[in-house]
Protein backbone atom coordinates (compact mmCIF):
# COMPACT_ATOMS: atom_id res chain seq x y z
CA UNK A 1 0.00 0.00 0.00
CA UNK A 2 2.84 2.17 1.02
CA UNK A 3 5.15 1.44 -1.91
CA UNK A 4 2.08 1.94 -4.47
CA UNK A 5 1.56 5.42 -2.82
CA UNK A 6 4.89 6.10 -2.81
CA UNK A 7 5.40 5.35 -6.97
CA UNK A 8 1.79 8.31 -7.52
CA UNK A 9 3.74 11.17 -5.22
CA UNK A 10 7.09 10.29 -7.39
CA UNK A 11 5.27 10.34 -10.70
CA UNK A 12 3.37 13.56 -9.65
CA UNK A 13 5.96 15.59 -8.35
CA UNK A 14 8.38 14.34 -11.36
CA UNK A 15 5.72 15.04 -13.75
CA UNK A 16 5.70 18.94 -12.13
CA UNK A 17 9.25 19.07 -11.44
CA UNK A 18 9.74 18.56 -15.65
CA UNK A 19 7.16 21.19 -16.26
CA UNK A 20 8.29 23.43 -14.45
CA UNK A 21 12.12 22.96 -15.81
CA UNK A 22 10.83 23.76 -18.89
CA UNK A 23 9.14 26.74 -18.26
CA UNK A 24 11.27 29.78 -17.70
CA UNK A 25 14.75 30.19 -17.10
CA UNK A 26 14.35 32.10 -13.94
CA UNK A 27 15.57 30.17 -10.86
CA UNK A 28 12.68 28.67 -8.45
CA UNK A 29 11.91 30.50 -5.47
CA UNK A 30 11.44 28.14 -2.14
CA UNK A 31 9.20 29.03 0.98
CA UNK A 32 7.83 27.09 3.79
CA UNK A 33 4.67 27.54 5.68
CA UNK A 34 3.10 25.47 8.65
CA UNK A 35 -0.95 25.34 8.58
CA UNK A 36 -2.94 24.66 11.93
CA UNK A 37 -6.87 24.70 11.81
CA UNK A 38 -10.18 22.45 12.00
CA UNK A 39 -11.94 20.60 9.67
CA UNK A 40 -15.90 20.02 8.35
CA UNK A 41 -16.51 17.07 6.51
CA UNK A 42 -19.07 14.82 5.25
CA UNK A 43 -19.18 11.59 3.15
CA UNK A 44 -21.19 11.41 -0.20
CA UNK A 45 -23.30 8.33 -0.48
CA UNK A 46 -23.94 7.30 3.30
CA UNK A 47 -27.74 8.57 3.15
CA UNK A 48 -26.83 11.56 5.63
CA UNK A 49 -25.97 15.57 4.09
CA UNK A 50 -24.26 18.49 5.31
CA UNK A 51 -20.77 18.80 6.78
CA UNK A 52 -21.71 17.78 10.40
CA UNK A 53 -18.06 16.12 11.10
CA UNK A 54 -15.58 17.99 12.94
CA UNK A 55 -11.85 17.28 13.08
CA UNK A 56 -8.49 18.86 13.61
CA UNK A 57 -5.77 19.64 10.87
CA UNK A 58 -2.21 20.72 10.35
CA UNK A 59 1.09 20.03 8.49
CA UNK A 60 3.46 21.94 6.07
CA UNK A 61 3.46 22.93 2.80
CA UNK A 62 6.80 23.92 0.34
CA UNK A 63 5.79 27.10 -2.31
CA UNK A 64 7.87 27.26 -5.53
CA UNK A 65 7.76 30.06 -7.10
CA UNK A 66 9.32 31.39 -10.41
CA UNK A 67 6.99 35.23 -11.12
CA UNK A 68 4.98 37.08 -9.03
CA UNK A 69 1.59 36.11 -10.60
CA UNK A 70 1.92 32.23 -10.47
CA UNK A 71 3.54 29.65 -8.04
CA UNK A 72 3.13 25.60 -7.11
CA UNK A 73 2.96 24.38 -3.71
CA UNK A 74 3.12 20.41 -2.14
CA UNK A 75 2.00 19.92 1.30
CA UNK A 76 1.77 16.63 3.95
CA UNK A 77 -1.33 17.40 5.65
CA UNK A 78 -3.27 15.01 8.61
CA UNK A 79 -6.92 16.10 8.23
CA UNK A 80 -9.95 13.82 9.91
CA UNK A 81 -12.80 13.22 7.84
CA UNK A 82 -15.68 11.41 8.11
CA UNK A 83 -19.68 12.43 8.50
CA UNK A 84 -21.92 12.26 11.47
CA UNK A 85 -25.63 12.31 11.92
CA UNK A 86 -27.50 14.92 14.16
CA UNK A 87 -29.64 14.46 16.05
CA UNK A 88 -33.07 15.70 14.92
CA UNK A 89 -34.54 16.58 18.51
CA UNK A 90 -37.62 18.94 16.74
CA UNK A 91 -39.05 15.86 15.39
CA UNK A 92 -38.19 13.34 17.98
CA UNK A 93 -34.91 11.61 16.60
CA UNK A 94 -32.35 11.22 19.15
CA UNK A 95 -30.65 8.83 17.45
CA UNK A 96 -26.64 9.59 16.18
CA UNK A 97 -24.04 8.11 14.57
CA UNK A 98 -20.76 9.08 12.54
CA UNK A 99 -17.53 7.91 10.30
CA UNK A 100 -14.25 9.12 11.62
CA UNK A 101 -11.72 8.37 8.98
CA UNK A 102 -7.75 9.85 9.80
CA UNK A 103 -5.82 10.79 6.45
CA UNK A 104 -2.21 12.14 5.42
CA UNK A 105 -3.43 14.27 2.54
CA UNK A 106 -0.48 15.50 -0.17
CA UNK A 107 -1.44 18.13 -2.60
CA UNK A 108 0.11 19.39 -5.55
CA UNK A 109 -1.41 22.86 -5.96
CA UNK A 110 -1.37 25.13 -8.93
CA UNK A 111 -1.31 28.62 -7.50
CA UNK A 112 -2.59 32.02 -9.30
CA UNK A 113 -1.41 35.41 -7.46
CA UNK A 114 -3.97 37.92 -8.85
CA UNK A 115 -3.19 40.34 -6.20
CA UNK A 116 0.28 39.33 -4.67
CA UNK A 117 0.06 41.26 -1.71
CA UNK A 118 -3.47 40.44 -0.71
CA UNK A 119 -4.94 37.16 -1.99
CA UNK A 120 -4.73 33.97 -4.01
CA UNK A 121 -6.41 30.57 -5.03
CA UNK A 122 -5.23 27.26 -6.48
CA UNK A 123 -6.41 23.90 -7.77
CA UNK A 124 -4.83 20.57 -8.04
CA UNK A 125 -4.76 17.25 -7.39
CA UNK A 126 -4.71 15.26 -3.42
CA UNK A 127 -3.37 11.96 -2.71
CA UNK A 128 -4.49 10.69 0.48
CA UNK A 129 -3.21 7.84 2.53
CA UNK A 130 -5.71 6.45 4.97
CA UNK A 131 -4.72 6.26 8.48
CA UNK A 132 -7.28 4.94 10.23
CA UNK A 133 -11.15 4.44 10.17
CA UNK A 134 -13.88 4.30 13.09
CA UNK A 135 -17.62 4.15 14.05
CA UNK A 136 -19.87 5.25 16.55
CA UNK A 137 -23.50 3.22 16.66
CA UNK A 138 -26.26 4.82 17.52
CA UNK A 139 -25.94 3.51 21.25
CA UNK A 140 -23.00 5.97 21.40
CA UNK A 141 -20.74 3.25 22.74
CA UNK A 142 -17.66 5.14 21.48
CA UNK A 143 -15.82 4.80 18.34
CA UNK A 144 -15.12 1.09 17.03
CA UNK A 145 -13.79 -0.56 13.82
CA UNK A 146 -15.64 -0.48 11.00
CA UNK A 147 -16.09 -4.24 9.51
CA UNK A 148 -19.44 -3.56 7.21
CA UNK A 149 -17.58 -2.50 4.50
CA UNK A 150 -13.55 -1.92 3.58
CA UNK A 151 -12.11 1.48 3.07
CA UNK A 152 -8.82 2.20 -0.11
CA UNK A 153 -5.98 2.67 1.24
CA UNK A 154 -5.20 5.91 -0.57
CA UNK A 155 -8.03 8.32 -1.49
CA UNK A 156 -7.26 10.71 -4.89
CA UNK A 157 -9.36 13.65 -4.90
CA UNK A 158 -9.27 17.23 -6.47
CA UNK A 159 -8.62 20.40 -4.22
CA UNK A 160 -8.97 24.03 -4.60
CA UNK A 161 -7.45 26.68 -2.51
CA UNK A 162 -8.08 30.35 -1.62
CA UNK A 163 -6.22 32.47 0.76
CA UNK A 164 -5.33 35.90 2.07
CA UNK A 165 -2.67 37.88 4.29
CA UNK A 166 -3.39 38.42 7.19
CA UNK A 167 -0.33 40.01 8.48
CA UNK A 168 3.40 39.52 7.52
CA UNK A 169 3.91 36.07 8.54
CA UNK A 170 0.27 35.04 8.86
CA UNK A 171 -2.04 33.64 6.25
CA UNK A 172 -5.86 32.28 6.46
CA UNK A 173 -6.56 29.90 4.15
CA UNK A 174 -9.69 27.50 2.80
CA UNK A 175 -9.53 24.40 1.41
CA UNK A 176 -12.28 22.10 -0.64
CA UNK A 177 -11.13 18.60 -1.04
CA UNK A 178 -13.51 16.03 -3.33
CA UNK A 179 -12.97 12.74 -3.85
CA UNK A 180 -12.70 12.00 -7.91
CA UNK A 181 -13.15 8.27 -7.03
CA UNK A 182 -14.97 5.93 -4.92
CA UNK A 183 -13.21 5.94 -1.54
CA UNK A 184 -14.96 2.21 -0.65
CA UNK A 185 -15.64 -0.84 -2.99
CA UNK A 186 -19.93 -1.63 -2.57
CA UNK A 187 -20.64 -4.10 0.04
CA UNK A 188 -21.97 -7.79 -1.39
CA UNK A 189 -24.75 -7.01 0.91
CA UNK A 190 -26.81 -3.97 1.96
CA UNK A 191 -24.81 -1.64 4.84
CA UNK A 192 -27.06 0.78 6.57
CA UNK A 193 -24.93 4.05 6.44
CA UNK A 194 -23.67 2.86 2.88
CA UNK A 195 -25.37 4.17 -0.21
CA UNK A 196 -24.19 3.47 -4.25
CA UNK A 197 -21.14 4.77 -3.58
CA UNK A 198 -19.20 6.66 -1.02
CA UNK A 199 -16.49 9.90 -1.44
CA UNK A 200 -14.86 12.50 1.02
CA UNK A 201 -15.30 15.92 1.51
CA UNK A 202 -13.87 17.72 3.54
CA UNK A 203 -13.47 22.00 4.12
CA UNK A 204 -10.72 22.92 5.73
CA UNK A 205 -9.86 26.06 7.73
CA UNK A 206 -6.63 27.10 8.06
CA UNK A 207 -4.37 29.57 9.93
CA UNK A 208 -0.28 29.65 7.97
CA UNK A 209 2.41 30.97 9.07
CA UNK A 210 5.39 31.64 6.48
CA UNK A 211 8.55 30.76 7.95
Same mark, same amino acid.
Given at each position: ?????????????????? *?????????? !??????? &???? %???????? $?????????????????????? #??? !? &???????? +?? @???????????? %????????????? *? @?????? =?????? +?? /?????? &???? +???????? /????????? &??????? =?????? $?????? *????? #????????????? !??? *???????????? $??????? #??
Amino acid at each position: MRRSFGLLMLGIVGSHAF *VLGQAEARPI !EFSAKIA &LGFS %TTQVQGDQ $ISGFNQFGGTFGATLNMQRTSS #RSS !E &LGIIWTQK +GS @RKPPDTKNGDYT %TWQYRFTYIDVPL *V @RLWHPA =ADTWWF +GL /GLQPSL &LLGK +GQEDFYGN /GLSDISSFV &LNPIDLG =AVGVIG $IHASDR *VDVEV #RLAQSLLPISPRP !EQT *VPGWNNYMMNMA $IQWMAVW #RL
